[in-house]
């Protein structure tokens, strides 16, 4: 019965393929085993590196849409599964980008792409030299910048997350860099009450995201 199911959505994606004039090559299994070391389920697809934006770009789509600036940076996110969740999050959360540093952190590829389950392709992501100097950038458009530190004395719904604001998460081991968290406005945390005293990154970027979105409703 599983089978059946397979093979009734390859044929639906090749003919959904061949309507969209995409080229429909049928190999042998092993060699699209050999092609990618993720679980391809028969199906593999080529296509172009991703396209990454200005941080321009970004402030333009929320003047675009008559939004106030809601963007999100990433200090240090090196996992393409916590890339990919994050982005999956930040796309359903109403983001209007995501800013990455060139170094120390996962760029998007096919992982990043599976994970976020098709959010990349929506989700505009600019990929800067320096993430400090897209904060000044920021700072100067008017975006208030809001930091995530366990050692903050703040927990994230008592601080005001309304207007426009872009949201900084670090790496789980590391968390932000020093000059990061010194360029940040506000540093808030996500309380503790378990004996583990960090959450995965993509959890805590979803925690903070929608806090936005809840206290966004209520202005």
Known sequence: ??????????????????????????VEKSKLDHITRENHQGVIAAVPPFDYCELEDILGVAKAKKEE???????GIEDPHNLGA???????????????????????????????????TYMKVARVNNLNDAIRILKKEGLWIIGTDGEAKIDYDEQDLTGPIAIVIGSEGFGMSKLIKENCDFLVKIPMKGKITSLNASVAAGVILYEVVKQSKKK
């Open 1 to 26: 019965m599983n089978e059946a199911i397979n093979i009734g959505s390859i044929k639906e994606i090749i003919a959904k393929a061949k309507e969209a004039r995409v080229i429909v090559v049928e």
């Open 69 to 75: 600036p809601f963007i999100l940076l990433l200090d």
């Open 86 to 120: 994050i982005i999956r999050t930040a796309e359903t959360a109403g983001v209007h980008g995501i800013i990455i540093p060139k170094r120390r952190c996962a760029s998007v590829n096919s992982t990043v792409s599976k994970v976020s389950a098709g959010a990349t």
